[in-house]
């Protein structure tokens, strides 16, 4: 049971490239989210899906996408990455049953 | 929209000394409040939750919080703090509709234990 998993945990780019960040869970919870976290800010959401087929805009949607490509699985895109998407990006998924949120490991983008 | 302020960027306080990190909300509905902690280079984990159940709420490695309608406050505390306590904790408050939530998080306290 891994829980909520992400790829790659590491990635650096350079100014103008694309990359997807992949996310999957195996907890058969039906929404999940992205966030980016930055030193002294927090975490700030940038999309969610509250079940497979939706997504929804968060507080800081510009420049992503993202892809609920079933229940599981999540991706953020980054289709021209630009410096100030260095961040750390976390997945989340959310259960109705607890309220609570459950957390992957982060994956740390740097763009040069 | 809800708001989540967290007093104090960084607090420092001796092994064994009492911890109290503050966590102040702004929501127009009775919210369901939570605080989660991030050892370095982790994902965050739940230390406890208030769901309007006892306002007094209880949770892992000792931790503690009072939920406080009069004073919109979820203050997290710990009698004893250990060395093993230093992290950057995030209070959340969540606001949803239609069956799913979001969470709104403060800025995190990043709490240093000194020997």
């Known amino acids: 049971n891994a829980g909520v998993t992400q790829t790659p945990k590491f990635q650096v780019l350079k100014t103008g490239q694309s990359m997807t960040l992949q996310c999957a869970q195996d907890?058969?919870?039906?929404?999940m989210y992205w966030y980016r976290q930055d030193p002294g800010m927090g975490l700030r959401l940038i999309y969610y899906?509250?079940?497979?087929?939706?997504?929804d805009k968060g507080e800081v949607p510009n420049g992503y996408n993202v892809s609920r490509l079933n229940k599981r699985e999540f991706s953020l895109r980054l289709e021209s990455a630009a410096p100030s998407q260095t961040s750390v990006y976390f997945c989340a998924t959310w259960t109705i049953s607890s309220y609570e949120q459950y957390f992957g490991p982060g994956t740390r983008l740097t763009v040069t | 929209a809800q708001s989540v302020t967290q007093l104090g960027s960084h607090v420092s306080v001796s092994e064994g000394a009492l911890v109290l990190l503050r966590c102040n909300y702004s929501?127009?509905?009775?919210?369901?409040l939570f605080w989660y902690v991030q050892y370095p280079n982790q994902g965050l984990q739940l230390l406890l939750k208030?769901?309007?159940?006892?306002?007094l709420v209880k949770g892992i490695n000792g931790f503690e919080a009072e939920f406080k309608k009069s004073e919109t406050s979820f203050h997290l505390t710990k009698p004893s703090a250990h060395m093993s306590d230093a992290a950057e904790y995030f209070c959340a408050v969540s606001e949803g509709t239609s069956g799913t939530y979001k969470y709104i998080f403060g800025t995190g306290t990043r709490l240093k234990v000194l020997a």
């Open positions: 907890m058969n919870h039906n929404s």
């Open positions: 899906s509250a079940s497979e087929g939706t997504t």
């Open positions: 929501s127009s509905v009775p919210p369901y």
């Open positions: 208030y769901t309007s159940a006892a306002t």
